[in-house]
């Protein structure tokens, strides 16, 4: 199983992403774009844990 343990930045912007399921599994993100996907509810951004880490989190174009 692949590790994602020193990741920091992560950008999938424009995907047609419904959901951030699996974002769990970064643990250390300081940046997280996920722009111009599908994401329409708000309770998915709780999926993103590490808060404490997080320095930027853009979700332009979203319909949220």
Known sequence: ?????FLC???ID???LV???GIQ???NLEVLSF???HI???GELYKVG???FMKKLSFIGNPL
């Open 25 to 27: 599994q970064f643990q």
């Open 14 to 16: 424009n995907n047609l």
């Open 40 to 42: 329409e509810l708000f």
């Open 9 to 11: 930045e992560l950008y």
């Open 35 to 37: 722009n111009f996907n």
């Open 1 to 5: 199983k692949p590790s994602f343990a």
């Open 50 to 52: 590490n808060k404490f």
């Open 19 to 21: 959901s951030l399921n």
